[in-house]
């Protein structure tokens, strides 16, 4: 066994790791568009006795033994007094966008975790804050503020200390880990707290008597290979909350793409162009964000025999823009298209050749008034969701998807609609 001072020193001074997690996510934003659940266990998924699992639920459901992951009729037996909602995704992923363009505030360091998780890091910008735990407060606040949902925080010297210290502040606390505490810290936790063990892995921790990570600090680095193989070099480290993980920060993407896998094969003319619009309408967006135009728009598409085709078109002028993506997107769609012989299984586009807006010359720039509409546009969608504003032809997917039934209006714009 190590001894302490050899255990605990890494990065202590040098690094400061702040994890930001929102609280039982889907079903926040549910509660907070609709007032009426607060305070009600909640689960977000599908109806009570419908197939499928809960994706998430409130704190006051999982009180009840339900959780993510758990078949809907069970969560009903266990708690047949909750609200079921089927949820919407785009929505959620309307939140989660604003919630990164928080984080980005403060640091450019921002990993994603996920939709709703990320770590951030000031160490490349340390002269901008005086206190990085006073910085770390702030940005509770604002995500609670400007989103309205719950977070909680966690902060310590690197990433897995930083996600285990927002483990214990859940729900919407903050904790900080103080250079010293990490043995005290670490000793009373379960081993499932470290990721990595799985359930398997637990099983057979449990056998040989570990279940607190204390435990687990007593077992050589060899036992833990003859029975985990290469990742126990990682979990040794890891359950000393040793961790140089850098944080995985996306650079500047060379292309964006959206594509979608159908539930079933579609053999339909109409229902096909109508998802490829949403899908071109999605892509826009993403360029709109960034402030890039696509020179290159390819469209993909794979057979229901998984044999997969796309094209590509370089374009004389760049786009941005939703109607202009469509149109060359539709008329690449149109010629790979083998009609109605062969039902297709995905459909995908990808803008590549990215050009940023303020590189553009005179002449490739648009007319205004579609830049305003575009902009308009995306507000809306900003605060009520992707799903808010379609055109006559997304709207369709609607129609046929009617669990994903948008709650918002048909844009009747020529330019748009086509
Ligand atoms: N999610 C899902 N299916 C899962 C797990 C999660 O669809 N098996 C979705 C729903 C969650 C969101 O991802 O709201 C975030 O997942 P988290 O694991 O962070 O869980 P919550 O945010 O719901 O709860 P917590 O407060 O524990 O973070
Ligand atoms: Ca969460």
Not at 77 to 104: D, T
């Amino acid at each position: 066994m190590l001894k302490r001072e050899e255990i605990f020193p890494v990065f202590r001074k040098t690094r400061y790791v702040v994890h930001v997690d929102l609280d039982a996510f889907f079903a926040s934003v549910e509660v907070l568009l609709n007032p009426e659940l607060k305070g009600k266990p909640v689960v977000v998924g599908g109806l009570p006795h419908e197939r499928g699992v809960a994706a998430t639920c409130s704190y006051e459901a999982r009180k009840y033994g339900v959780h993510s992951g758990m078949p809907l009729r069970q969560c009903y037996k266990l708690c047949p007094q909750a609200v079921f909602v089927r949820g919407n995704y785009h929505l959620y992923q309307a939140f989660s966008e604003k919630f990164f363009r928080i984080l980005r505030e403060y640091t450019p360091d921002v990993e994603e975790a996920s939709l709703d998780e990320a770590y951030l890091e000031f160490t490349r910008c340390r002269h901008l804050y005086p206190s990085f735990s006073e910085t770390a407060r702030e940005i509770k606040r604002r995500v609670e503020k400007d989103l309205g949902l719950s977070v909680s925080v966690g902060a310590a010297s690197n990433k897995i200390l930083a996600k285990l210290a927002t483990k214990k502040a859940k729900p919407g606390g903050f904790f900080e880990l103080q250079p010293g505490e990490e043995e005290e810290f670490l000793r009373e936790l379960d081993i499932s707290e470290i990721p990595g063990i799985g359930p398997k892995a637990q099983v057979m921790l449990r056998l040989l008597n570990v279940h607190k990570i204390a435990d687990l600090w007593k077992l050589p680095l060899g036992t833990l290979r003859s029975l985990f193989g290469a990742p126990s070099d990682e979990l040794y480290l890891l359950s000393r909350g040793i961790d140089c993980r850098l944080l995985e920060v996306e650079g500047k993407p060379e292309s964006f793409s959206r594509e979608t896998t159908f539930l079933q094969d579609i053999w339909d003319r109409e229902l096909l162009l109508a998802h490829l619009a949403y899908l071109c309408d999605r892509l826009a967006s993403a360029l709109r964000r960034e402030k890039l135009y696509a020179r290159v728009v390819e469209v993909k598409l794979r057979y229901s025999d998984f044999k997969a085709v796309s094209r590509r078109r370089r374009l004389l002028l760049p786009v941005q823009e939703t109607s202009r993506i469509y149109r060359v997107a539709r008329e690449s769609f149109l010629e790979l298209w083998e009609g109605s012989r062969l039902a297709l299984r995905l459909v995908g586009v990808k803008g590549s050749e990215l050009v940023e807006a303020r590189h553009l010359s005179l002449f490739e720039i648009y007319s205004e008034r579609e830049e305003r509409l575009s902009q308009a546009l995306d507000r809306v969608r900003e605060k009520y969701g992707f799903g808010s504003v379609l055109t006559v032809r997304e709207k369709m997917l609607g129609e046929v998807y009617p669990e994903d039934r948008s709650r918002g209006f048909i844009l009747k714009t020529a330019s748009l609609t086509r």
